[in-house]
T-cell receptor, first 116, second 111 residues
Framework: DGGITQSPKYLFRKEGQNVTLSCEQN?????MYWYRQDPGQGLRLIYY???????QKGDIAEGYSVSREKKESFPLTVTSAQKNPTAFYLC???????????????FGDGTRLSIL | AQSVAQPEDQVNVAEGNPLTVKCTYSVSGNPYLFWYVQYPNRGLQFLLKYITGDNLVKGSYGFEAEFNKSQTSFHLKKPSALVSDSALYFC?????????FGAGTTVTVRA
């Protein structure tokens, strides 16, 4: 079955530590996205990538970094500069990378990050 | 920028009754609108989308949504709710390369 796999499902971070969240898709989608979900705030875009070796900041990129070395993979690093990292992180992908595409995004099952 | 709003944090209905989850939008030009559902500790599942054409859009699991241009609304509906429809529902609008989401509406269907 095609889909998006996020790992780990739960992650704990110590103060001052960087952590990397994994996102892999086998849907052959060009575009990939990282969202942060906090209670009552919906989803906020962190980074997105329309093509391999290229990515753009979203609305809340500070304290995060990404890479897109392969079409299938879009890992997110939460750095020590992110002062409030406790949240549910969702990765998504979509088939088309053009502006104003009408294609839906497909989501993984998320990683819940907590501070120790 | 495009945006959507979900005016209700929570909706409670009895099983078998009609379910409506409200969404209003603010866009320039023609909107691409989406509804997603999220179960606890899971990702979002796509329900339906509006692009153009018929104002009544049918989607997964018996859900439908009505696009109303004059009222700038895109309300999600289900004629007869099930207990298993209890979940968090998000409305979203395509905004350039990304989706902009509403804050979400928690639906509780009581038996």
């Amino acid at each position: 079955d095609g889909g998006i796999t996020q790992s780990p499902k739960y992650l704990f971070r110590k103060e001052g530590q960087n952590v990397t969240l994994s996102c892999e898709q086998n849907l052959n989608h060009d575009a990939m996205y990282w969202y942060r979900q906090d209670p009552g705030q919906g989803l906020r875009l962190i980074y997105y990538s329309q093509i391999v070796n290229d990515f753009q900041k979203g609305d809340i990129a500070e304290g995060y970094s990404v890479s897109r070395e392969k079409k299938e993979s879009f890992p997110l690093t939460v750095t020590s500069a992110q002062k409030n990292p406790t949240a549910f992180y969702l990765c998504a992908s979509s088939i088309a990378r053009r502006r104003k595409s009408n294609q839906p995004q497909h989501f993984g099952d998320g990683t819940r990050l907590s501070i120790l | 920028a495009q945006s959507v709003a979900q005016p209700e944090d929570q909706v409670n209905v009895a099983e078998g009754n009609p379910l409506t989850v409200k969404c209003t939008y603010s866009v320039s030009g023609n909107p691409y609108l989406f509804w997603y559902v999220q179960y606890p500790n899971r990702g979002l599942q796509f329900l339906l989308k509006y692009i153009t054409g018929d104002n009544l859009v049918k989607g997964s699991y018996g859900f439908e949504a009505e696009f109303n241009k004059s009222q700038t609304s895109f309300h999600l509906k289900k004629p007869s709710a099930l207990v298993s429809d209890s979940a968090l529902y998000f409305c979203a609008v395509r905004d350039d390369y990304k989706l902009s989401f509403g804050a979400g509406t928690t639906v509780t269907v009581r038996a």
